[in-house]
């Protein structure tokens, strides 16, 4: 273990996927860990598609603000090294955009290191960014990309392929007999399990590398890993493609009824298309993680 135990790290997310799993890597490496949350009774629930619970001893301190709100974040900083930030939109409905959320809110992170002590801000992006600017989450991502690289402060900027969580959907399809695809589930992708990511992190925030890109162990095509879920289930393979054309007409249609609703859909559906394919820094393959899905469901 490294000796980090006098540096302070401020976890952002730490309800999310990803942030739970950094919460124990940061601890697990000896840092003084402080998060911010809106709720601190979500930080000690299970998550949804394995996030694990923290427990009290994952934490050294908990900061309660609304990070959409920088009055109540007075203070945040005071004694803090290292800040890491996965705050985003995935499955929150708060009515609130990807302007609002992934970049506003980072933006008022980045604002309170101003006059402190903080030295680097890690923050996580996406892979393949550059190949997807017209999507509203990415160019918020993009945003607080920027925003960093001129506040002056060192910066990390972790870029993940798919998590392990999005597929989880995957296997919860399967598991109810079909799975329904947008686009023909041809396109490559090598997702990752929020505790390899998770570990990229760290070595990240300790490490001289600006832009981390990060995948898992398995290149592979959407519908290879639906017929996965379907093999750890022990079902014939079902699948229904919803054909482009009609997934296009969709997100048109509900980006008229909110555009908050369509910035998402579009966003779904372009990742139903492009390729999602980065370095292999992850070890926990998708079959595990699909078994450990399934035996968990058998006992509950
Ligand atoms: N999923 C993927 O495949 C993927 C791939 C590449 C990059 N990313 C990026 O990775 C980041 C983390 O993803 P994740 O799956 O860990 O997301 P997640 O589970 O939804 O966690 C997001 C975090 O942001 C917070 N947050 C969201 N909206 C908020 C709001 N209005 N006010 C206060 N806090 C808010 C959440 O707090 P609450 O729990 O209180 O809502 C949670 O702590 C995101 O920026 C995402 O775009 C994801």
């Not at 959409?68 to 009515?95: E, N, Y």
């Not at 832009?211 to 996965?228: C, F, K, N, S, Y």
Request: glycine fraction near 10%; aromatic fraction near 8%; hydrophobic fraction near 40%.
């Amino acid at each position: 273990m490294s000796d980090n135990t006098s540096s302070r790290v401020l976890v952002a997310g730490a309800t999310g996927y990803l942030g739970k799993f950094v919460v124990k890597a940061f601890k697990a490496q000896g840092y003084q860990v402080r998060v911010l949350t809106r709720s601190e009774e979500r930080l000690y629930k299970e998550g949804p598609f394995t996030a694990p619970p923290l427990v009290k001893s994952d934490v050294d301190e908990v900061f309660v603000g609304e990070i959409t709100k920088p009055q109540t974040l007075a203070g945040i900083m005071d004694g803090v090294d290292l800040v890491f930030s996965s705050v985003g939109i995935s499955r929150q409905r708060d009515g609130l955009s990807f302007e609002q959320v992934d970049y506003q809110c980072n933006r008022n992170l980045i604002d309170q290191c101003r006059d402190s002590r903080v030295k680097r801000f890690v923050y996580v992006s996406m892979q393949g960014a550059e190949n997807i600017m017209q999507l509203a989450i990415t160019q918020a991502h993009e945003k607080v990309v920027a925003s960093l690289k001129s506040s002056g402060m060192e910066y990390r900027i972790v870029r993940p392929c798919g998590y392990f969580s999005d597929m989880g959907a995957l296997y919860d399809m399967a598991k109810s007999g079909r799975a329904f695809l947008v686009g023909d589930g041809t396109n490559k992708m090598n997702p990752i399990h929020g505790q390899d990511l998770a570990r990229v992190c760290v070595e990240a925030a300790e490490g001289d590398e600006l832009e981390v890109e990060a995948g898992g162990p398995d290149v592979m095509t959407q519908r290879e890993a639906a017929i996965l879920a379907f093999d750890v289930v022990g079902k014939a393979p079902k699948i229904t493609v919803i054909p482009m054309w009609l997934a296009r007409g969709l997100v048109k249609f509900i980006g008229m009824l909110s555009s908050q609703f369509g910035d998402l859909a579009e966003f779904i559906v372009t990742a139903g298309e492009i390729d999602g394919v980065g370095p292999k820094r992850g070890t926990t393959t998708l079959r595990s993680y699909f078994e450990g899905m399934h035996a968990a469901n058998a006992k509950s």
